[in-house]
């Protein structure tokens, strides 16, 4: 079964902190992905990574980054977060076609 | 710009009754297409699939049906059992150099009453 953990399930942090979010799969999958999800809106690609230190803008990636430095696992970086980053972030990895997802982390900034 | 809407934020159907969920796109570079199924506080679970080529997939109660020229597709449950209470999303992906990217719809909010 493919595995896909992240580092925390629940996180609260303050305005202007930088947060490291991590994400470890164990298939050995060439793809990664973080998205965020929200209410109404589904979920929204932030970044993906094809290759180990490799990396593509998904469709919302302004105030975030991320870093791939082996193939099992994807960070996603909030630099300095904000209120409106408050959000469930779910990493995903793939091969082909189908991605699996992690569970999920809960991030509130206050 | 959205390439993809599920336009029922919601639906609500009884035990053992058919439960249809409706995604439309407009990106005609897609060519495969995914469901997956969310939980509260998990990640989403992939479901069943289609490629473009087909127009009709089938998975035991899931059926999935594909219309190209309408770029419509639609998922049937049947029947529907209170542990199908879920958000169900559609993700169309495009081919080519995409890597796997899935771009995803808003979901629908599907409740199941015993």
């Known amino acids: 079964d493919v595995k896909v953990t992240q580092s925390s399930r629940y996180l609260v942090k303050r305005t202007g902190e930088k947060v490291f979010l991590e994400c470890v799969q164990d298939?050995?999958?060439?793809?990664m992905f973080w998205y965020r999800q929200d209410p109404g809106l589904g979920l929204r690609l932030i970044y993906f990574?094809?290759?180990?230190?490799?990396?593509e803008k998904g469709d919302i990636p302004e105030g975030y980054s991320v870093s791939r430095e082996k193939k099992e696992r994807f960070s996603l970086i909030l630099e300095s977060a904000s209120t409106n980053q408050t959000s469930m972030y779910l990493c995903?990895?793939?091969?082909?076609?189908?991605?699996?997802f992690g569970p999920g982390t809960r991030l509130t900034v206050t | 710009d959205q390439q993809v809407k599920q336009n029922s934020p919601s639906l609500s159907v009884q035990e053992g009754r058919i439960s249809i969920l409706n995604c439309d796109y407009t990106?005609?570079?897609?060519?495969?297409f995914l469901w997956y199924k969310k939980y509260p506080a998990e990640g989403p679970t992939f479901l069943i699939s289609?490629?473009?080529?087909?127009d009709k997939n089938e998975d035991g109660r899931f059926t999935v049906f594909l219309n190209k020229s309408a770029k419509h597709l639609s998922l049937h449950i049947v029947p529907s059992q209170p542990g199908d209470s879920a958000v169900y999303f559609c993700?169309?992906?495009?081919?080519?150099?995409?890597?796997?990217?899935?771009?995803f719809g808003q979901g629908t909010i599907l409740t199941v009453h015993p």
């Open positions: 995903a990895s793939s091969l082909y076609y189908e991605q699996y």
């Open positions: 298939m050995d999958h060439e793809n």
């Open positions: 990574s094809y290759d180990v230190k490799m990396k």
């Open positions: 990106n005609s570079m897609f060519d495969y």
């Open positions: 289609i490629s473009s080529i087909k």
């Open positions: 993700a169309p992906q495009a081919g080519g150099t995409s890597y796997g990217k899935l771009t």
